[in-house]
């Protein structure tokens, strides 16, 4: 999955015309459609439950309203994790509408980890507009982001299913993995290496957890045994990993006009990100000058002021070490072992291609 393109304002995928296709099926936009269409009006419902002025500041932060309070159609995200709580839902024989409360549930989860990551990380942008703290301040920023984590379980335990518990407790487990995956990232920020593994550990954490969640939510709530869940689980950790190695790769090769983020965004922000881990690991010249930059770069008291042509020559250090190709190849085996684990259970072979599509997408996608 390697470029042979640029280092700016490119694809971080080769030509492949086979995987291209997948990525133009109206199947997949129509999946990623139908979850945002299902999930949205239960979740605005949910918002909307919020004091003022926390239920506009999220309504911003999704995309609903512009930074003045006029309506909006701001780009609200891919839509992943909800179409894969209604594709899970259909995999334990339930009707797609059974995952929708557990769909809700996980994009509230993702959405406080959003709100609670631009501000922690410095971000300014998200989805080509400024970030919720840049608005409207850091306080509120971390009130709404709190307000979505706990609106996420009672959206579950309304219901008042055994089910739903069970959910409930899936959901907990996994918000507490992302959270360590956070805690994680941002000390390996200060670490002048980390290993390969660590790095891995850190994502399958950050967000293998809740799209593992979000692939077995649906089927918990269509009333599937542990196993199912737990093998619908092994699939979405994996498809995590894979969607992370991708979102790695274009935080620092990615456009920014297709990421909203700004060029070099994890070099900026010293991110020991997999391509930049797997090119320390690498060994050789481009790989000992990057340590020896990096390591300067954490006594700088100039970093911030670094030009783009210095964040330039350390991705191209990145990429002579071989970081880029290796994350690209990871992605790849992340995606075939996903692939793979759905071979565990037996469900509808619509929903296998479909959940194989999603997967597909994620792996190739351009921004």
């Not at 609200?76 to 509408?97: D, I, N, T």
């Not at 990993?241 to 010293?270: C, H, N, Y």
């Amino acid at each position: 999955m390697s470029s042979t393109t640029g280092t700016r304002g490119e694809s971080v995928t080769p030509a492949n015309p086979a995987y291209d296709t997948v990525v133009e099926t109206t199947d997949v936009t129509a999946l990623l459609e139908r979850g945002r269409a299902l999930s949205a009006p239960v979740l605005r419902a949910a918002v909307a439950r919020l004091a003022p002025p926390m239920d506009t500041v999220a309504a911003y932060h999704f995309g609903w309203i512009d930074a003045q309070g006029r309506p909006a159609d701001g780009d609200g995200g891919k839509a992943v994790r909800p179409a894969l709580a209604l594709l899970s839902a259909e995999a334990a024989g339930a009707p797609a509408e059974a995952g929708i409360p557990g769909a809700v549930a996980v994009e509230l989860v993702h959405n406080f980890s959003l709100l609670h990551d631009d501000l922690m990380d410095g971000d300014e942008q998200r989805r080509h507009r400024d970030t919720v703290w840049k608005v409207h301040g850091p306080a509120q920023a971390i009130l709404v982001g709190d307000a979505l984590f706990a609106l996420a379980n009672e959206i579950l335990l309304e219901l008042g299913t055994v089910e739903a518990g069970r959910a409930a407790r899936r959901l907990t487990t996994a918000s507490r993995k992302l959270i360590d995956g956070q805690a994680q990232d941002i000390s390996y920020e200060h670490r002048e290496r980390v290993t390969v593994e660590e790095c891995l550990e850190m994502e399958g954490n950050k967000t293998g957890a809740l799209l593992a969640c979000a692939v077995s939510i649906g089927a918990v709530l269509g009333g599937a045994d542990d196993r199912t869940a737990d093998t619908l689980e092994a699939y979405g950790y994996h498809l995590g990993l894979a969607f992370q190695a991708v979102d790695d790769l274009l935080g620092i090769w990615g456009d920014p006009e297709s990421t909203g983020k700004q060029t070099w965004s994890d070099l900026r922000q010293r991110k020991k990100s997999l391509p930049v881990v797997a090119a320390l690991a690498a060994g050789g010249p481009a790989s000992e000058r990057l340590g020896e930059l990096l390591a300067a770069d954490a006594k700088s008291s100039d970093f911030d002021s670094f030009s783009e042509e210095e964040f330039a020559a350390r991705a191209a250090l990145i990429e002579e070490a071989g970081g880029r190709e290796w994350t690209a190849q990871e992605a790849r085996r992340q995606h075939a072992v996903a692939i793979e684990a759905l071979h565990g259970v037996d469900m509808p072979e619509r929903v296998r291609a479909q959940l194989t599509e999603l997967a597909d997408f994620v792996v190739v996608r351009k921004r």
